[in-house]
């Protein structure tokens, strides 16, 4: 049975920006489980659901990212196919309007898995993606960006699994940081037979402990989903005093996250094919 679960970021999300956020990940999720119900596969899935969120000033990914503490903008992404256990990713690029796809086209049209900096910005605008501002990046108002990392896991007819994470990175990074976002293990992880994961918030944290794996250990053990979320983000909260949250599929599409900070946006698709969206 196919499975969709998505996340707009995990911190506080004030007031003005609530509705926002829900509406946006309502109708990502929307979105894909449209296209899962037709058939799509999880990886086109979730690259459409994370290229929608991107496109959302609301949130921290794409336009709408976090500047740096030089005022341009460096993002992150992640796409990871369970079926193969192969992955694309992009750190610290630029110029680009959906870093989600230039992950994708690093994982289908090049031997390696991750680009980082003006490397990947290259080879981004070698394969077409035209370039972008920062100050298109940064969204209206620019003294406004967006706020939460983004991510999706879906399960598709077929019984792959797939996951993607995108992000601006936090408040006042200095340039070149690279999060958890675009590292396997840490902002993402899938491997068919056990389940996905996507991860947000600090992610000097999350790399520490490799959330993401966590989650996948835990359901390989033979934990359920939402037990598995729980002890991954204990486990952030009890090792290294981190803040975040994540959401997970397991092999039979049943759902989990798990969150401690204030908010995190999610939405996901119900046992009997109705989207339930929250923050």
Not at 96 to 105: H, L, S, T
Not at 139 to 154: I, L, M, R
Not at 181 to 191: H, N, R, Y
Not at 206 to 235: C, F, H, N, P, W
């Amino acid at each position: 049975m196919a499975s969709l679960i998505v996340h707009g970021g995990a911190g506080h999300f004030d007031a003005a920006r609530q509705q926002p956020a829900l509406g946006g990940i309502r109708r990502a999720c929307e979105t894909g489980w449209a296209l899962l119900s037709q058939g799509a596969s999880a990886l086109d899935v979730v690259e459409r659901v994370v290229t929608l969120l991107e496109d959302d000033p609301t949130f921290d990914a794409g336009t709408g990212s976090y500047p740096n503490t030089e005022g341009f903008v460096e993002m992150d992404a992640i796409l990871v196919d369970g079926a193969t256990l192969n992955f694309g990713a992009v750190a610290a690029i630029r110029h680009v309007k959906n870093p989600i796809q230039v992950a994708r086209r690093v994982m289908c049209a090049t031997r390696h898995c991750l680009l980082a900096g003006d490397g990947a910005t290259r080879f981004a605008h070698a394969q077409g993606f035209a370039p972008v501002t920062d100050a298109e990046l940064l969204g209206q108002p620019a003294s406004s960006p967006g706020q939460g990392t983004v991510g999706a896991v879906a399960l598709d007819a077929q019984g792959h699994i797939a996951t993607a994470t995108s992000t601006g990175g936090i408040k006042n990074k200095l340039p070149g940081r690279v999060g958890d976002s675009p590292l396997i293990g840490c902002g993402a992880i899938a491997e068919d037979g056990f389940g996905g994961a996507s991860a947000t918030g600090e992610g000097e944290g999350i790399m520490k402990v490799m959330m993401t794996r966590s989650v996948l250990e835990y359901l390989k053990a033979g934990l359920t989903a939402q037990a598995a979320a729980d002890a991954a983000l204990s486990d952030l909260a009890d090792r290294v005093s981190g803040h975040g949250g994540l959401i997970c599929l397991d092999a039979q599409g049943r759902h989990g996250f798990a969150y401690n900070t204030t908010h995190m946006a999610r939405a996901y698709v119900t046992a009997d094919g109705e989207i339930h969206s929250s923050l």
